[in-house]
């Protein structure tokens, strides 16, 4: 069985009583942590075999230093850490002692092939810094996740019939028209969703103070196939 648990649902800074990005993907035993931002480490149990970061924000991966610590005193050995270069510059900052590279076993995402019992695509997407959206696949389940991005044809072969597809959308309304998008719309989320023929979406990275059920709304406007509205704790099985 394949499960997925959102540790955390808000963009940029966590409303009261939720947390940032983060996810917990479990498969065959094997629990992977998707992005890790303000508040997630806490709603997290111990016991990971991975994380997996898509790039270096703070509200997708300030907790790594908090979970770091916390598996540094177990005495287990190093843990999995797949993550873009400036991911571990943040870590280093927040927290030199223990260095990063003494607690984590680091691995270049953009390089990475497999994870656990995963295969791992990941592919760069447009965003403020460089950041990556990737496409997990064991036998019988695929999940996609884009982290946060702006629209690009990439979006429709990273979901591409995916089981499950975590879809950055922070934004409501009509998308601007004029400058570089690093940012998705809900209904541009649901409409990369349709186009990839995803069976089913989580929308996520939701903006502070939004009204999430408008979110759902605008999405429906282009998917027709099952809809969630990521929520901390929230559990999704397949």
């Known amino acids: 069985m394949t499960r997925l648990t959102v540790l955390g649902s808000c963009g940029a800074w966590p409303e009261h009583g939720r947390a940032c990005s983060g996810f917990l993907l479990e498969h065959d035993g094997f629990r992977l942590v998707l992005d890790l931002g303000y508040g997630t480490a806490a709603r997290l149990e111990p016991a990971v075999d991975a994380v997996l970061v898509t790039h270096a924000h703070p509200d997708h991966c300030v907790d790594v230093s908090a979970l770091g610590r916390r598996h540094h005193h177990t005495g287990e050995g190093l843990l999995p850490l797949y993550c873009p270069p400036g991911v571990l510059r943040v870590l280093e900052a927040l927290e030199p002692r223990p260095h990063p590279t003494t607690v984590f076993d680091v691995h270049d995402l953009a ?79 649901g409409a990369w969703a349709a186009r990839a023929n995803a069976k089913r979406v989580l929308l996520t990275h939701f903006w502070p103070g939004s009204d999430r059920a408008v979110s759902i709304a605008e999405a429906r406007a282009a998917f027709n196939g099952e809809l969630l509205a990521a929520s901390e704790g929230l559990e999704v099985a397949f």
């Open 111 to 189: 390089e990475a092939t497999t994870v656990g019992p995963f295969r791992l695509q990941a592919r760069p997407l447009p965003h403020h810094v460089p950041s990556f959206g990737v496409r997990l696949s064991a036998p019988g389940v695929t999940v996609a996740y884009t982290g946060d991005t702006g629209p690009t044809p990439e979006l429709a072969e990273l979901a591409r019939d995916a089981d499950l597809f975590i879809a950055d959308a922070t934004l409501q309304g009509t998308p601007p028209s004029t400058g570089p998008r690093y940012l998705l719309t809900a209904g541009e989320a």
